[in-house]
């Protein structure tokens, strides 16, 4: 592993920690003895009033509709108000659903349970109406924002491969799920009339939609007649009938929060038995020219964008699995290597049953993803200094004790739907395809292939695809998104799509998101009082287009003011967002109690194992699972150079898995009894093979 950890001691939580609700801090402010990020005077100047400058005044306009009951479900379980868990019984896997991960509060970080939050929404009516500016106008139109503040500019990343993008919607799956929503394709209700010209009218159209005003003036859709984009809000537990109206509605996330593979595995036991063979410990699979793929999902037309019937749509743990075709790349190579891994398991211990296989496999494909999520991916992200100093990696062969049953390991909507979609701002509009000897020949274009997983599995693009996401660089943290994700999104064969970046805007608002000054105030930093005082970390032009969107200061939304801020030395994202990243990420890891280097007794691995899973990386799960793939660089997500060559995968180190070696009583007894004698012959008995 190319990170270097230091001996950190684990941070000490000191306040508002509580078993039953997600631990919040008081949105008064940010201790620095508590929370440790990089030293932004030291980045940034000391009164944080130099970086930039900025000034101007604004305007605005949005639409609020009511919001009673939606009971579809995009993800994988059904919501109940208050989850029947338990009792627990102490078992050394994890639930499939997230419960009794906690023994105390077993409820905590279950699919189907609301997000947690850091600062309190602000619903314009205090219970879940999405909310004004403060002068009592409406918000400008998301959609005007993003073509204004993100428009498209090449910029390739100087340094990381699309693959360190891609593990992060890995990573995201894994996490959350806006229940409700459908963000594999666009969702089956429509709030826009008269093909997409404006929105219904509200007493004729779900009263889940929220759709986004698309202006008149509009660079491209008024081109195209379009004024309206489709948009369903959240499923929450005022819409579900859990909160009867007297405190701020709580969003919904349908799948497990913890980091523990549920995009493979499922969020529900249902779901799970659906994809498991139920032989050998083994995930279903379909064989196709002795390459095994993720079986076929049986509602193609709800979930993909096939254009003919034998088109391929996959069946997996998380819905989404065949939105973008290097998302399926990495969720058929996850797949794939929970297959090798129970093979490898049945070879050492041959008198362990489908259940154990199955059970001991998962158990190590998700400690190898904590591991690369958090020794290889994070800080890449987040900077080595913060994942050190925060308590989100250490330096360490030995366990690093740092369970805490207080922690509450809840995905926060702050985090969810506001900091972490920064990172679409590194999607690249073409996937570049690469050969053996890292030679392009072709590319596709993203938005020909959102749920239309079909095009990985002609020819050897499985391959080529793979090798192409550890090549290609990824677009560069900054305020430009490509194209294919804002004009295209889910287009389906059209000449235009969606947005995403509006979307993501319009999202927040239907969560009710706190402002950027908020998060800044909560981080730490200074309150703006004018738009000028954005210019702290925020260019002088974006601050002039701010003042010229927004009524206030106070408007700015989080996901905008967040993902305009210069980026953080040794990081991927600016402060405020790198403030909350970091925040859930420690939740993540400590509120865990099978986080895998945590040395719990009743839970965990032994030393020996968990140091053998740190032996693995982003590379050798290529080199183990793709097609054909022969050769690697040694850090995958960062791209080839003569610091980081293409080496023969023999040359990429791999765990070993002897140390899950278990001797049976019979294996015993029959080793005993073939202890060749000096001299002797020795010989195998059948089940040594
Ligand atoms: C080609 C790549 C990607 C595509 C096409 C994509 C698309 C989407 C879409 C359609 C949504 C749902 C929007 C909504 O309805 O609110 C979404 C949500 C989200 N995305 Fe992405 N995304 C990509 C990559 C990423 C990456 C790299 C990250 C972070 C590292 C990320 C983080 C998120 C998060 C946190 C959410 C919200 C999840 C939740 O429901 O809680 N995405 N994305």
């Not at 906690?102 to 997000?115: F, K, M, S």
């Not at 403060?134 to 390739?156: E, M």
């Not at 319009?506 to 000028?532: E, M």
Request: charged share 20%; proline share 7%.
């Amino acid at each position: 592993m190319y990170v270097t950890k230091t001996n950190a001691a684990p941070r000490k939580e000191t306040e508002n920690m509580t078993t039953s609700k997600p631990f919040l801090h008081t949105p008064k402010g940010y201790d620095s003895s508590h929370f440790r990020l990089p030293n932004f005077q030291s980045f940034y100047g000391s009164d944080f009033s130099s970086f930039f400058g900025g000034h101007g005044s604004g305007s605005a306009s949005a639409q609020f509709p009511s919001f009673p009951a939606n009971n579809f479900f995009g993800g994988t379980g059904f919501f109940s108000c208050t989850p029947q868990v338990g009792p627990c019984t102490k078992s050394k896997y994890r639930s499939i659903d997230g419960s009794c991960n906690n023994l105390n509060n077993p409820n905590l970080g279950v699919a189907n349970t609301p997000y947690g939050r850091l600062l309190p929404p602000k619903y314009s009516d205090g219970v879940q109406a999405p909310p004004v500016s403060v002068t009592g106008h409406k918000l400008t139109s998301p959609r005007q924002i993003s073509a204004v503040l993100f428009p498209d500019a090449k910029a390739p990343d100087p340094r990381w491969t699309l693959a360190l993008m891609q593990y992060g919607q890995i990573i995201t799956h894994d996490m959350s799920l806006a229940a409700g929503t459908t963000q594999g394709k666009a969702h089956a209700t429509r709030c826009c009339g008269q093909g997409l010209r404006q929105a219904l009218p509200e007493h004729s159209r779900n009263p889940a939609c929220f759709p986004i005003d698309i202006p008149n003036h509009d660079p491209v859709y008024s081109k195209a007649g379009i004024g309206c984009m489709e948009f369903v809000r959240t499923n929450n537990d005022v819409s579900q009938g859990c909160n009867s109206g007297q405190k701020p509605a709580e969003q919904i996330t349908a799948v497990t929060h913890y980091l523990d593979s549920s995009n493979v595995y499922g969020s529900s036991q249902q779901v799970a038995d659906s994809i498991r063979e139920f032989q050998g410990g083994r995930l279903r699979v379909e064989l196709k020219y002795g390459r095994q793929f993720p079986p076929s999902n049986n509602n193609k037309s709800a979930i993909c964008d096939h254009v003919s019937e034998s088109e391929a749509c996959y069946l997996a743990g998380d819905v989404r699995v065949n939105q973008n075709p290097q998302l399926t790349v990495f969720q058929i190579l996850q797949l794939r290597e929970h297959n090798r891994l129970a093979r490898e398991l049945a070879r050492l211990n041959p008198h362990w049953d489908d259940e154990r296989l199955y059970q001991e496999a998962r158990k190590i494909a998700i400690a190898e993803h904590q591991a690369v999520t958090y020794n290889e991916w994070l800080p890449l992200i987040l900077g080595q200094e913060t994942t050190q100093r925060n308590g989100l990696t250490y330096n360490t062969q030995d366990f690093t004790y740092d369970y805490n049953e207080q922690v509450d390991p809840s995905v926060l909507n702050d985090h969810a739907t506001a900091a972490f979609r920064f990172f679409h701002t590194n999607i690249a509009g073409f996937l570049r395809l690469y050969d053996e000897h890292r030679s392009s020949f072709s590319a596709l274009r993203l938005s020909d292939h959102f749920n239309r997983p079909q095009i990985i599995e002609e020819g050897n693009n499985f391959d080529d695809l793979a090798r192409g996401m550890h090549t290609q660089p990824q677009e560069a943290s900054d305020k430009f998104f490509t194209k294919e994700i804002t004009l295209f999104l889910f287009r389906n064969g059209r000449p235009l799509g969606q947005d995403l970046r509006a979307i993501d805007i319009q999202r927040a608002r239907d969560h009710g998101l706190a402002s950027y000054n908020d998060y800044r105030h909560y981080c730490g930093l200074p309150r703006a009082h004018t738009f000028d005082d954005f210019g702290d970390l925020i260019d002088p032009e974006s601050v002039q287009k701010l003042a010229s969107l927004y009524h206030h200061p106070d408007d700015v939304e989080f996901t905008v003011g967040g993902s305009l801020e210069a980026i953080v030395p040794g990081a991927l994202v600016g402060p405020t967002f790198l403030c909350i990243l970091t925040e859930q990420f420690y939740r993540t890891r400590s509120g865990d109690r099978f986080f895998f280097e945590n040395g719990q007794k009743d839970t965990g691995f032994t030393l020996e194992q968990v140091n053998e899973i740190r032996r693995g990386s982003i590379s050798r799960l290529i080199c183990d699972n793709a097609d054909d793939v022969k050769s690697m660089q040694p850090r995958g997500f960062e791209q080839i150079s003569h610091t980081n060559p293409v080496v023969p995968c023999s040359l990429i180190p791999a765990p070993s898995l002897e140390p899950w070696r278990e001797h049976s009583q019979a294996q015993q007894t029959a080793q005993i009894a073939v202890q060749p004698q000096e001299g002797t012959q020795s010989f195998t008995l059948p089940f040594f093979k």
